[in-house]
């Protein structure tokens, strides 16, 4: 029994991965792709943005209550039927002959994209006891690391190859291999009861999402008092809060937002609101200054930037042998406070900085926030019980989407603020100021983030910290 329940975990940790990296890489192929978008199907830059915008809604609108399906149909079912769905649809995307089609068949994916995440981090969590948490976490790290780091490389290398078509036909493969594997080798997860659907949290919540992550997007571009960002963040604000009155007094809601109450959970998560929002901030901004200040092609800058994906790969192997000794508070708190050190020595970058200086920059960059983002994930499921594991992870699914369109938002605004008229067609010279600026703000904002997680206890998380191959918790700290 034993070996089928390793083999198992196995197979659910492959499935994931695979499908994890291949939904989160195309959040950031597609954007080295959109000029060449624009110029094929003969559109201009403000039309090709739907392109992004169609598949961010879309993903919004699922993700909350993939909890709720993944329970009613099953995880296996539910995970494999996105999949197909995200594959299928990224098929279509590449055959597109107008931006009508690219952007319906871009929706269709933003649906499986929106199911496949949440729910395969309930399967990976649900196949791994609360004592080896630390292991399933260095396995999520995979896709979320290495994913954003690849795709402007990826995308560049098919852009200049092959064609725009191609950034989303590789994901074919990947899906395919991914659907006959855990077809062939998934255990059949049992359904869970589940009231009857929710229609008001689901509008709520996924259009609330929807709405508050199309302001984030457009706000730095068109302008935060633009009409249509007022309207559509103010509306997303209010369906928001909306949806706490409604699902706190909802007997089987859609969102089980009870789960907020439990503090170790609130409190990681709000650490992690603020410390990966300040950290995908950073990865929208670098590739900026790579390019506009240090006049780098796309493919040159994601190479420089690559070396993050590395720190948090081997800070994720140290970390979590660290884990059961250190607990999660000073690692994530100690990953934070060097983030932040490494984001106020960005800072300093000038026109004559070695590239290889700001790859070892990226790198440390990487290796504080891989300690932060294992432990994190590793102790805020702690005390969620397996009942509630599905609504625990679409909630940390929203949070961590609405955090990364948070922080890409506001480094956007301070950088588009501070630099001077003329914006990045400035002297270069003249833009180091803002660019400065957008590192010390995003250091402030991880400095806040360490903050926040310094009020953990490690007692709460005592269940994750067993000692490998001992069953027995380690000493937790205050």
């Known amino acids: 029994m034993h070996s ?31 000029p060449s978008l624009a110029d094929d199907l003969g559109v201009g830059p403000g039309e090709i943005d739907r392109v992004v915008v169609g598949y961010l809604l879309s993903l919004a609108v699922f993700m909350p209550s993939s909890g709720w399906i993944g329970d009613r149909f099953g995880a296996k079912r539910t995970f ?3 999949v197909t769905l995200f594959t299928a649809a990224s098929a279509l995307c590449g055959t597109a002959g107008s931006l009508e089609a690219l952007v319906a068949f871009r929706v269709l994916q933003g649906v499986g994209g929106g199911l496949l995440v949440p729910v395969g981090m309930a399967m990976l969590f649900r196949a791994y006891p609360q004592a080896e948490r630390a292991r399933a976490s260095r396995l999520l790290l995979v896709p979320t690391a290495c994913a954003p780091a690849i795709g402007p490389i990826l995308g560049g290398v098919l852009v200049d190859t092959a064609g725009w078509h191609w950034i989303f036909l590789v994901n074919v ?26 229609a008001a949290g689901f509008v709520l919540s996924g259009g609330g999402l929807a709405l508050l992550l199309y302001a984030l997007d457009q706000g730095a571009s068109r302008g935060w ?36 109450g439990n503090r170790l959970f609130r409190t990681v998560n709000a650490g992690m609101f603020a410390g990966f929002g300040a950290f995908l901030g950073v990865l929208y901004v670098m590739p900026l200054f790579l390019q506009d200040v240090r006049d780098l092609s796309p493919t040159g800058s994601g190479l420089v930037t690559f070396t993050e994906a590395i720190g948090v790969m081997v800070a994720s192997q140290i970390g979590g042998r660290l884990y059961p000794r250190v607990g999660p508070r000073r690692l994530m708190t100690g990953g934070l406070l060097w983030t932040a050190a490494v984001m106020a020595a960005f800072a300093t970058l000038s026109l004559e900085t070695g590239v290889w200086q700001i790859r070892a920059g990226m790198f440390l960059l990487g290796l504080g926030m891989g300690f932060m983002i294992m432990s994190q994930q590793t102790a805020a499921f702690a005390q969620i019980s397996p009942e509630d594991t599905a609504d625990a992870t679409a909630i940390f699914a929203m949070l961590r989407q609405t955090a990364a369109a948070v922080g890409v938002a506001l480094l956007a605004t301070v950088l588009t603020s501070a630099l001077p008229d003329g914006g990045s067609a400035a002297p270069p010279g ?46 937790a700290r205050r």
Do not use: H, K
């Not at 939904?23 to 192929?29: E, G, K, N």
């Not at 180091?432 to 206890?457: K, P």
């Open 4 to 34: 089928r329940a390793l083999d198992q975990r196995l197979v659910v940790a492959v499935t994931f991965v695979a499908a994890a990296f291949m939904s989160l890489l195309d959040t950031t192929i597609v954007n080295v792709a959109l």
């Open 80 to 82: 494999l039927a996105a």
């Open 173 to 198: 493969p990947i899906g395919v291999a991914t659907v006959l594997f855990g077809a062939a080798l998934l255990e059949d997860g049992t359904t869970r009861p589940v009231g009857r659907f929710d």
């Open 225 to 260: 008092g633009s009409p249509a960002v007022v309207v559509a963040g103010v509306a997303g604000l209010l369906a928001l809060t909306a949806l706490v009155a409604v699902e706190l007094r909802t007997a089987e809601p859609m969102l089980d937002l009870r789960l907020l």
């Open 430 to 475: 003249d833009q180091l100021g803002a660019y400065r600026l957008t590192f010390l703000v995003a250091s402030a904002l991880a400095l806040v983030a360490a903050l926040v997680l310094r009020r953990i206890d490690d007692r709460d998380a005592a269940a994750t910290m067993a000692r490998p191959g001992t069953g027995a918790a380690a000493p």
